[in-house]
């Protein structure tokens, strides 16, 4: 029997013409190819949400020992000492992304258990182009369709699951990665950065990427004591070069049982960004050389915690020395959906995590939703319309999430749109608008517009494309339509916008404690699980949505779901200067 060719990315060498092909999965499509196909019907494995969440547990538990693994391999090689926290805000935001990238692809080659079905022609690749300077292009890096083919060849290999042909030319990795563009400060500007200006502050308290007003951070600096608050505010990374020397002394590791840990260590060697090895000393070095505080008594991020390398290291070295790391909720679905890994990192990287009003854990602190410095939105007289964000979604499997994160995912987002669209009368449809805009194309990641071709198929004269927050554009229409439930949904119910939310149970799962407040929204008809319910409430209620949205029923339950997931405080600085002086330490 002719076995059957397996493909594991859109890249079109991997398809063979005289061969059946085999699509690992819907990642896997490109439109020119149609003839000696076939689908994988197989169950995604995380489509069972118990497996999701056998799978997290072990996850966490494994990234506790690659931490615990590569605190002795570094502070040996480096002859430092640093605590296990130090190396955790470090290097767990990479490590999570790491693990559950890869247990995600061997758990798919793992069903395919037909071993005597299927050959794989596996690409070698020159492993080191894998070792992205940061982790903000490594998270570029695992967003293509190279990265994914070397992960996928890799498995297969390791496992031994089928028979496979190496093939001769070693390639590299082509990954599309963003160098920073450096930026000069004004000579102004660098005589009030200078280092011994900073010595004049108490030095109690440093922010960073937290999304406050200036004037609101300047003040919170004021009420705690820190004088001349003009901190540097654009540090880069050197680019670095690869080891290979050094990492195969201090990562080289021998898989003595083909299981999914050992393969996991077996690809540190050739993932780990390279400011955590090459660039370490010369990262340490140059955090001594800023102007920020010498010792703070807080550190205050939104979203520094992740990729801005630099913070980590600033914030890594002062927590060592007692600084308190506060971490402010930054994501609508945080709280709120059922599976969320970053959610649990954040958590566990700070001493403190400020949410949105919730509280499931000793470290968390309900503030407020704290992404929103908008003033309040007052709709034109001649509204109408409907406005429908969207946005692309990622292509290949991405994070533990419940939320669209990948291709098959996106197909259902998208058909929601569609037939929840098609339901909307022309007179209501002709006013409206699909608002598109592209984060891969802000990151520069590889071509990825799904979303926006599938819908511009039907509905292209009412696509508008802008970066504008959904919030400037509502004033314009009567109604907003999210169909994700991420941070648009959230601040249009703290401006108090008219919205509605419409999910698919499929792609995206409410967690238990929040199911009391989701089901209010749904008892009131803001929250849909039906596109075809929500378009049959839009035309009910079109020409009266704000007597609905702004009646006291309406009101009510919205303000039981603020209360919780979308708090608002009058004066939040003085609030946020309270809870870190008084209550949570």
Same mark, same amino acid.
């Given at each position: 029997?002719?076995?059957?060719?397996?493909?594991?990315?859109?890249?079109?060498?991997?398809?063979?013409?005289?061969?059946?092909?085999?699509?690992?999965?819907?990642?896997?499509?490109?439109?020119?190819?149609?003839?000696?196909?076939?689908?994988?019907?197989?169950?995604?494995?995380?489509?069972?949400?118990?497996?999701?969440?056998?799978?997290?547990?072990?996850?966490?538990?494994?990234?506790?020992?690659?931490?615990?693994?590569?605190?002795?391999?570094?502070?040996?090689?480096?002859?430092?000492?640093?605590?296990?926290?130090?190396?955790?805000?470090?290097?767990?935001?990479?490590?999570? $992304?790491?693990?559950?990238?890869?247990? +995600?692809?061997?758990?798919?080659?793992?069903?395919? +258990? !037909?071993? !005597?079905?299927?050959?794989?022609?596996?690409?070698?690749?020159?492993?080191?182009?894998?070792?992205?300077?940061?982790?903000?292009?490594?998270?570029?890096?695992?967003?293509?369709?190279?990265?994914?083919?070397?992960?996928?060849?890799?498995?297969?290999?390791?496992?031994?699951?089928?028979?496979?042909?190496?093939?001769?030319?070693?390639? *590299?990795?082509?990954?599309?990665?963003?160098? !920073?563009?450096?930026?000069?400060?004004?000579?102004?500007?660098?005589?009030?950065?200078?280092?011994?200006?900073?010595?004049?502050?108490?030095?109690?308290?440093?922010? =960073?990427?937290?999304?406050?007003?200036?004037?609101?951070?300047?003040?919170?600096?004021?009420?705690?004591?820190?004088?001349?608050?003009?901190?540097?505010?654009?540090?880069?990374?050197?680019?670095?070069?690869?080891?290979?020397?050094?990492?195969?002394?201090?990562?080289?590791?021998?898989?003595?049982?083909?299981?999914?840990?050992?393969?996991?260590?077996?690809?540190?060697?050739?993932?780990?960004?390279?400011?955590?090895?090459?660039?370490?000393?010369?990262?340490?070095?140059?955090?001594?050389?800023?102007?920020?505080?010498?010792?703070?008594? /807080?550190?205050?991020?939104?979203?520094?915690?992740?990729?801005?390398?630099?913070?980590?290291?600033?914030?890594?070295?002062?927590?060592?020395?007692?600084?308190?790391?506060?971490?402010?909720?930054?994501?609508?679905?945080?709280?709120?959906?059922?599976?969320?890994?970053?959610?649990?990192?954040? =958590?566990?990287?700070?001493? =403190?995590?400020?949410?949105?009003?919730?509280?499931?854990?000793?470290?968390?602190?309900?503030?407020?939703?704290?992404?929103?410095?908008?003033?309040?939105?007052?709709?034109?007289?001649?509204?109408?319309?409907?406005?429908?964000?969207?946005?692309?979604?990622?292509?290949?499997?991405?994070?533990?999430?419940?939320?669209?994160?990948?291709?098959?995912?996106?197909?259902?987002?998208?058909?929601?749109?569609?037939?929840?669209?098609?339901?909307?009368? *022309?007179?209501? =449809?002709?006013?409206?608008?699909?608002?598109?805009?592209?984060?891969?194309?802000?990151?520069?990641?590889?071509?990825?517009?799904?979303?926006?071709?599938?819908?511009?198929?039907?509905?292209?004269?009412?696509?508008?494309?802008?970066?504008?927050?959904?919030?400037?554009?509502?004033?314009?229409?009567? $109604?907003?339509?999210?169909?994700?439930?991420?941070?648009?949904?959230?601040?249009?119910?703290?401006?108090?916008?008219?919205?509605?939310?419409?999910?698919?149970?499929?792609?995206?799962?409410?967690?238990?404690?929040?199911?009391?407040?989701?089901?209010?929204?749904?008892?009131?008809? $803001?929250?849909? /699980? +039906?596109?075809?319910?929500?378009?049959?409430?839009?035309?009910?209620?079109?020409?009266?949505? +704000?007597?609905?949205?702004?009646?006291?029923?309406?009101?009510?339950?919205?303000?039981?779901?603020?209360?919780?997931?979308?708090?608002?405080?009058?004066?939040?600085?003085?609030?946020?200067?309270?809870?870190?002086?008084?209550?949570?330490?």
């Amino acid at each position: 029997m002719s076995k059957i060719n397996l493909i594991t990315t859109s890249i079109i060498k991997q398809y063979q013409k005289n061969k059946k092909n085999f699509l690992l999965g819907d990642w896997c499509e490109d439109g020119k190819l149609e003839k000696n196909i076939m689908f994988n019907k197989t169950n995604y494995h995380w489509d069972n949400y118990q497996s999701r969440k056998k799978d997290l547990i072990y996850l966490m538990n494994f990234n506790d020992e690659i931490l615990t693994y590569l605190r002795k391999q570094l502070n040996n090689f480096f002859k430092t000492n640093y605590p296990r926290r130090f190396w955790e805000i470090i290097l767990m935001p990479w490590i999570w $992304i790491y693990t559950s990238s890869l247990l +995600d692809r061997w758990r798919i080659i793992s069903t395919l +258990d !037909e071993k !005597e079905k299927f050959f794989f022609n596996y690409q070698p690749y020159n492993k080191k182009t894998f070792a992205m300077n940061d982790l903000m292009n490594f998270k570029r890096s695992i967003s293509q369709s190279f990265w994914t083919e070397f992960i996928f060849g890799e498995v297969i290999k390791f496992k031994k699951q089928f028979k496979i042909k190496i093939l001769n030319k070693t390639i *590299n990795n082509k990954v599309n990665i963003q160098k !920073e563009k450096k930026r000069e400060n004004s000579y102004k500007k660098k005589f009030l950065y200078r280092n011994n200006l900073s010595k004049l502050n108490k030095n109690n308290i440093f922010i =960073r990427s937290l999304y406050l007003t200036k004037m609101e951070k300047l003040k919170l600096y004021i009420l705690n004591g820190n004088f001349l608050p003009f901190y540097e505010k654009f540090n880069y990374l050197n680019e670095f070069n690869y080891d290979e020397k050094k990492r195969d002394k201090v990562f080289s590791f021998e898989a003595k049982k083909k299981n999914f840990k050992n393969f996991a260590h077996s690809l540190i060697k050739y993932t780990l960004p390279k400011c955590y090895f090459e660039g370490f000393q010369d990262t340490i070095l140059k955090t001594s050389k800023l102007n920020w505080p010498n010792c703070p008594k /807080y550190i205050l991020t939104s979203n520094a915690y992740d990729t801005d390398e630099i913070f980590k290291f600033y914030t890594a070295l002062k927590v060592a020395r007692k600084s308190k790391f506060i971490i402010f909720q930054h994501g609508g679905n945080l709280g709120t959906s059922e599976f969320h890994q970053g959610e649990k990192v954040q =958590r566990n990287l700070a001493d =403190r995590y400020f949410t949105w009003g919730w509280k499931e854990n000793k470290k968390d602190i309900p503030y407020s939703l704290s992404t929103m410095n908008m003033k309040k939105i007052t709709k034109i007289s001649s509204h109408k319309g409907l406005l429908i964000p969207i946005v692309e979604i990622h292509r290949f499997p991405a994070k533990i999430e419940s939320s669209p994160r990948m291709r098959r995912d996106a197909k259902i987002y998208v058909k929601n749109i569609i037939n929840f669209f098609s339901l909307i009368p *022309n007179k209501i =449809r002709d006013h409206s608008r699909i608002k598109y805009f592209s984060p891969f194309k802000k990151i520069n990641i590889e071509d990825n517009t799904f979303t926006i071709d599938s819908i511009k198929k039907k509905y292209k004269k009412n696509i508008i494309y802008s970066n504008k927050n959904t919030l400037e554009l509502a004033k314009n229409f009567s $109604i907003n339509v999210e169909f994700i439930n991420s941070t648009g949904f959230y601040e249009s119910i703290y401006a108090n916008i008219p919205t509605i939310l419409i999910l698919d149970k499929k792609i995206s799962k409410i967690r238990k404690k929040a199911n009391t407040e989701f089901k209010i929204l749904n008892k009131n008809n $803001i929250f849909f /699980y +039906d596109p075809k319910d929500a378009a049959n409430f839009i035309i009910k209620n079109y020409y009266k949505i +704000d007597s609905w949205w702004y009646s006291i029923k309406t009101q009510d339950a919205l303000n039981q779901f603020r209360k919780k997931f979308a708090r608002h405080s009058h004066n939040r600085i003085d609030l946020l200067n309270e809870l870190i002086n008084d209550k949570i330490f």
